[in-house]
């Protein structure tokens, strides 16, 4: 039990893995690259005012999971009601659709074209299975090209930057709520109430401080265990031998440490782990390691002097002449996050790390996203207090057509590294969402101690369709 086990990175998967192994009696030791703690579950604080880089919700179909964290956050714990809709040529759709706004906002030929595509796949695919690569095949089986044109096709453009026949199918699957056609024609007719089974109605979120909340109380979990936590410690090589890692070098206060320890788990991005490896892997794990890509974003982050913009949770903005992907307004997560008069915007923009959007410079980022803002309805002469930008390079691992053949042959290089583990979203290149990182913490922390097998691990986030829990009856919303 005395194990010293390094973890590499301190956002949800490393901390939730090192707050269960400090609890255990290891001796835990973090290194990060920041000079805080979340990594993408951060929040960032401007006077009254909480920001999230882009709103984060906690939702899990995992009970075990679920008490954990309330344990963890006792009374911080809030669950707030969730409310999506999608704005497309210049109305407001509620996710999940509802026939009446089918109705009285749809173009009535737009709506029978999408619902007679809808028909033609679904007997079509009944007769001949249909082929199936990539995400916008995936779409298209399932919804009909008429949804495929209007709503998925453009919003998957933006967000990856590239066109959704070139992104798996995988991703797809396991990331895009199944919304059934002809539910939503039933609920038009009255037969049914209920929203869809694979939709979660409310989430969790910290009632103070941001989903960063989260993070910060793992990491004194850790500490108050007798674990450390290094902060601006970069890793920068890998030291490994025929049977596992030797020692890990790090950067801090612009020096080059070493640490050693029985364990290591790495939670940093899988191709800059590949890249730091010592001696250098072959050729050909370095240059799947630099296709690997990542997409960004960058958030503009603004303070309004008005009491509340919208009821909504997320706003999904498809249009491709909008730079604008989505809008969040944190007081719609936690009351606590923004003033009582006032409130407050994240705009989220997708982008590759160094391109104009990247590097654009804030004042005229800002101008350009408030005009947006002011075309879409939602800013009408408010003023604006102050505007800020964040950004993340490692926002989702692009999951390309050869995503795969990629991970398979990078993974090929741990099968004999006994005391590696990589986990997380940045750590096994894996769309996971808060709740697989957490769990695949913990699941690492418990291979270590108690033996659990490490491919328990792997399966998380992996399934078919892994998308969200049924959130309906635990809780109540409000506090
Ligand atoms: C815009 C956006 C919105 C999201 N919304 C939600 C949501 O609502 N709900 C949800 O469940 N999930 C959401 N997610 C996903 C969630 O953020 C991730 O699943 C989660 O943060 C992954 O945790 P992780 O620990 O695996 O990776 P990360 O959070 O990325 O942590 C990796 C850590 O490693 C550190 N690191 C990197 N390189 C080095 C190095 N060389 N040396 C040392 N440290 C290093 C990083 O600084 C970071 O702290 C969202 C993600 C994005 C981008």
């Known amino acids: 039990m005395h194990k010293r086990v390094v973890i590499l990175g301190a956002g949800p ?11 255990k009696g290891c001796k835990v030791e973090v290194l990060e690259l920041d000079s805080r703690v979340g990594g993408l579950c951060k929040s960032y604080y401007y006077k009254d005012y909480t920001f999230d880089l882009g709103g984060h919700r906690f939702i ?17 714990l809030y669950v707030s009601p ?9 109305k407001y759709f509620y996710y999940p659709l509802a026939g009446k706004d089918l109705i009285s906002k749809m173009n009535p030929l737009t709506s029978a074209k999408c619902f007679a595509d809808y028909l033609y796949v679904s007997t079509k695919n009944r007769l001949v299975s249909p082929k199936e690569v990539s995400l916008e095949d995936w779409v298209v089986n399932r919804f009909g090209r008429g949804l495929y044109d209007i709503y998925f096709g453009p919003y998957s453009e933006k967000l990856w930057g590239l066109p959704p026949s070139k992104i798996s199918k995988d991703w797809a699957a396991q990331r895009i709520s199944l919304l059934n056609l002809w539910d939503v024609f039933l609920r038009l007719l009255g037969k049914k109430s209920n929203a869809p089974k694979t939709y979660a109605t409310r989430f969790y979120y910290p009632f103070k401080g941001g989903i960063g909340r989260m993070c910060d109380r793992m990491a004194e979990r ?3 265990n007798g674990g450390s936590i290094l902060l601006n410690a970069a890793v920068t090589r890998v030291k490994m031998n025929g049977k596992g890692i030797e020692e890990v070098s790090y950067r801090q206060d612009g ?3 070493t640490i050693t320890g029985d364990i290591f788990i790495s939670t940093i991005p899988l191709p800059e782990f590949v890249r730091s490896i ?4 072959g050729r050909r794990y370095v240059e799947v390691a630099d296709s690997m890509k990542f997409r960004s974003i960058r958030f503009l982050n603004i303070l309004i002097d008005k009491e509340r913009i ?8 498809p249009e491709g002449k909008f730079k604008v992907m989505r809008i969040q307004e944190p007081k719609n997560w936690s009351p606590n996050n923004a003033p009582p008069e006032k409130t407050s ?17 804030e004042d005229g980022l800002a101008r350009h996203c408030c005009d947006e803002l002011r075309q879409l309805g939602l800013l009408n002469g408010e003023r604006i207090n102050h505007k800020f930008t964040t950004r993340v390079a490692h926002a989702y691992p692009i999951y390309t057509l050869d995503y795969h053949t990629k991970v398979n042959t990078i993974y090929e290089l741990f099968d004999g590294a006994k005391n590696l583990i990589p986990i997380g979203r940045q750590g096994l290149y894996r769309y996971n969402n808060m709740d697989h990182s957490i769990k695949m913490g913990f699941l690492a922390a418990r291979h270590i101690t108690d033996g659990l097998p490490k491919e328990d691990i792997f399966k998380i986030a992996s399934e078919e369709e892994a998308f969200e829990a049924d959130e309906d009856g635990k809780g109540k919303s409000g506090r």
């Open 310 to 317: 919208s009821e909504n949770t997320w706003i999904y903005i």
């Open 345 to 361: 915007l994240i705009l989220e923009i997708a982008c590759n790390l160094g391109d104009e959007i990247w590097n654009a410079d």
């Open 222 to 224: 850790i500490t108050s």
């Open 60 to 76: 899990s179909k995992d009970p075990e999971l679920v008490n954990d964290i309330q344990e963890l956050m006792g009374d911080e």
């Open 255 to 257: 020096k080059e440490k």
């Open 82 to 90: 969730r409310k999506s809709v999608v704005r497309l040529k210049g």
């Open 278 to 281: 010592e001696p250098a892997v």
């Open 13 to 23: 998967a490393g901390l939730s893995a090192g707050w269960k192994l400090a609890e």
